[in-house]
Structures are given as structure tokens and as C-alpha cells.
């Protein structure tokens, strides 16, 4: 969305653009994708491309950030478990179904991965999958150029991600809400920050009986427990609020608690469907009967 409409086809051929660039660096489910060429070949001081670099570079960020709960190198784990080509050509499953397992402890090699300017040097045997950061970081740019080529607030939506960005005083009315038979918040964001939700709801896709979802817990490489359906934090960049959404996801119960020493506003829903706020996401005012209301997410 552009706040001058005038300008919204150029705007969605700068973002066409940018995600035409970021899908060929790093698409799982491309062949002719770097991280693909990279998965057969391997990578020791091999030379990428500038976006490629980026993208490596926001996930060793969010690796640090989250102390390894979001780790770019589950590109083998995925593919074990089903998740090898676009999810609508999966076996489905539904929200209920069997425990999901657990495998031994898997080992962490995110730490080895060494990135030089534009050279790049993976542990043996490993494959990045980069889509818990590249998705967030391709909506902050998309955000940042368009309002800087265009000279216009946007806010860009990508599957959870919303960036924004523009004039510091524009504000954008957001539904925070992941299912539609889920508990709805309405939130007023102040443009030039961002909104990531995580969701053990979605993407998900049987394998061998058992259900599964995206998001893995990499001390096992299996599915995270989901504890929670949905938690959705706010952040300057959607990179930072997905990374923690994300890690939020893997850390369970544990997320709480975390997020506060954070100091970060999240909104987590569990698996009944009650709603739990971090101390920087207030209380919404009571509406409607649905019991939606607003808060100011900022700063």
C-alpha cells in the first residue's frame, strides 16, 4: 500500500524487482538459485552476489540475536522432513495430529559459517535455507526504496512481514490476526517500523503420518513444539521483529520471559487460544463484542 495511489504501479515494480533478485540468491525451490548451486557444490571462499551476501550476513545477525533458536542452516533438515518444493504441492495436515518426535541432538555449525566481503565459506555437508530472515529482509527493502525513489509512505506485506516506511507522523491501521477463527487485534504502527508473525498454524504438510510445521527447532531439527499458534512482535526492522518471532516459536514457554528482558512488545497466542502480552504491548480497549482495539506500536 502507497499513501500517494498514484504511484502504486511503479511501486510494484521496484518490488517485483527486489524479489526477483532476492528469490534468484536464495529460493530453495529454484535450481538455477545460489543457495541451490551452493547445496550441490559446497562453499569454501566461494564468491556471491552482493544480495546473496546481504541476506547471509541478516541471518548470521539473527543467529547472534536469537543465540541460535533461528539457525541458517536447516536447508538439509527441511528437506529430510518433506519440505523440498513449494507447500501447496505438499501432503497436508491439519492443526491437530500426532506428537511430533523429537531426533538426537543435531550439531550446530551455524557459528562456522565464515563470510568475507563477498566470499563465502560453509561447513561441510551443510545448506543454508535462509527463509525465517530473507522474506523480512526483502520487505525492508522493498519499503525503503520505494519511499525513497517515490517519495511516498508504504507499508509492504509479505506473508507475516509488514515494513513500512515514509514520513516519521504516518501512521498504518494493521489486524494482527493469523486465522480467521483466531483472537483479532487492530494496531496502529507508526511507519518506519515493522510487524513479523510467526505461525506454527501454517505451512504445514504431512510426512510419513506425522504432521509437521516450518518452523524447526534446530537443537533436534524437527518441528518446534507449538506451545504457541501465533506470536507477532513489533520491531524497527521486520528482519529483528522475525528473527524474534520467530525464536520465540522454538523457546515455548520460555518466550515470555525473554521477550521482556528484551524489552520487546509481542503479542503471543497459545494453543487454546488465549491471548498473552509482553508489558510493551498494552491491553486493547474493549470495542466490540469481538473485542478488538488499538494500541500504538513505537519507538
Not at 504502527?189 to 527447532?217: C, E, F, V
Not at 486493547?284 to 478488538?292: D, H
Amino acid at each position: 500500500m502507497v499513501r500517494d495511489e498514484k504511484q502504486l504501479m511503479r511501486a510494484k515494480a521496484l518490488m517485483d524487482s527486489v524479489l526477483h533478485e532476492v528469490e534468484m540468491a536464495c529460493s530453495r525451490f529454484r535450481d538455477d538459485s545460489e543457495v541451490m548451486r551452493l547445496a550441490r557444490t559446497g562453499a569454501k571462499a566461494t564468491p556471491i552476489s552482493p544480495t546473496l551476501a546481504m541476506l547471509v550476513d541478516g541471518a548470521l545477525q539473527a543467529a547472534k540475536a536469537s543465540d541460535g533458536n533461528v539457525d541458517p542452516l536447516l536447508g538439509h533438515d527441511l528437506v529430510q522432513l518433506g519440505y523440498d518444493r513449494d507447500i501447496k504441492e505438499l501432503p497436508q495436515t491439519t492443526v491437530n495430529g500426532v506428537e511430533i518426535s523429537t531426533r538426537p541432538l543435531r550439531p550446530i555449525l551455524w557459528p562456522l559459517i565464515a563470510l568475507k566481503g563477498n566470499k563465502l565459506t560453509l561447513p561441510a555437508g551443510t545448506a543454508l535455507d535462509l527463509g525465517a530472515t530473507a522474506k523480512a529482509m526483502a520487505a525492508d527493502w522493498v519499503a525503503a526504496r520505494i519511499a525513497e525513489e517515490l517519495e511516498t509512505s508504504v507499508l509492504v506485506s509479505m506473508g507475516g512481514d509488514i515494513a513500512t516506511a515514509g514520513t516519521d507522523t504516518d501512521t498504518w491501521q494493521v489486524m494482527v490476526q493469523d486465522t480467521d477463527t483466531d483472537p483479532a487485534q487492530q494496531v496502529t504502527l507508526q511507519s518506519g517500523y515493522a510487524l513479523a508473525t510467526s505461525s506454527t498454524q501454517k505451512r504445514r504438510w504431512s510426512n510419513r503420518g506425522l504432521p509437521m510445521h516450518h518452523i524447526l527447532d534446530p537443537a533436534f531439527g524437527m518441528p518446534a513444539t507449538p506451545v504457541w499458534s501465533s506470536i507477532t512482535v513489533a520491531a524497527p526492522t521486520c528482519l529483528v521483529a522475525n528473527t524474534y518471532s520467530t525464536a520465540g516459536i522454538v523457546r515455548g514457554a520460555l518466550a515470555i520471559d525473554w521477550f521482556e528482558s528484551k524489552h520487546l512488545a509481542a503479542r503471543l497466542v497459545d494453543a487454546s487460544g488465549q491471548v498473552h502480552r509482553t508489558s510493551r504491548w498494552p491491553e486493547p480497549a474493549i470495542e466490540s463484542s469481538e473485542q478488538k482495539g488499538t494500541v500504538s506500536l513505537h519507538g
